[in-house]
């Protein structure tokens, strides 16, 4: 989601830094942190373990999309929403994600018509077709298709914290603590 304009940053204030971004389910990052072969997690964590930090980085608010030609005024009933077939952007496509709590609690089911596992490729699935992609609001590209409409979904959706994650062990290291506090500057 920011990974871009923490690239540009350090490329200028720090080209010697160098990067090796990466991509796995919760579970994986914090098993790479406590093994000591990931420095920094990103992302949506539920639980963490008492040896990591936690700093949140931005809070997010979902919001659903859809091919202007299902969804014209900007707004979708509940009804309509979940009569479309859904696409899911999870590393964990089987596992239970915000979206579906909330729509369990209320008596709710979607149908998962695509599950991909980046919200990168999600943005461009719905165009043309009848899909609905619910994902958080930075996800989206800067430059959406202008078939697409972005809407706020049919239901209370609380808003997601994105947060940085360390090992304990590491709070004195300084490189890393310059680096914790880039990602919070480029991402203000």
């Known amino acids: ?105 209320l008596n709710y089911r979607r149908r998962i018509a695509v599950s991909v596992p980046y919200w990168q490729i999600a943005s461009q699935l719905p165009e043309g077709t009848d899909l609905i992609l619910t994902v958080a609001q930075r996800a989206l590209p800067e430059i959406l298709s202008p078939s697409l409409q972005v809407f706020t979904p049919p239901l209370t959706i609380a808003p997601l914290s994105f947060q940085m994650l360390w090992h304990q062990r590491s709070e004195g290291d300084a490189a890393l603590g310059w680096l914790r506090e880039v990602v919070m500057q480029v991402c203000d």
């Open 1 to 105: 989601i920011f990974s871009g304009k923490l690239i540009r940053y350090l490329r200028s204030a720090a080209p010697q830094v160098d990067l090796q971004i990466w991509q796995g389910s919760r579970e994986e990052m914090q098993g790479k942190l406590q093994e000591g072969s990931l420095d920094l997690a990103f992302g949506v964590f539920t639980a963490t373990d008492y040896t990591l930090r936690t700093k949140t980085v931005f809070t997010d608010t979902m919001v659903s999309v859809a091919d202007k030609q299902y969804c014209t005024n900007g707004t979708m009933p509940m009804a309509d929403w979940l009569s479309h077939p859904h696409i899911l952007a999870s590393m964990k496509p089987y596992e239970a994600n915000e979206i579906d709590r909330q729509l369990q609690l």
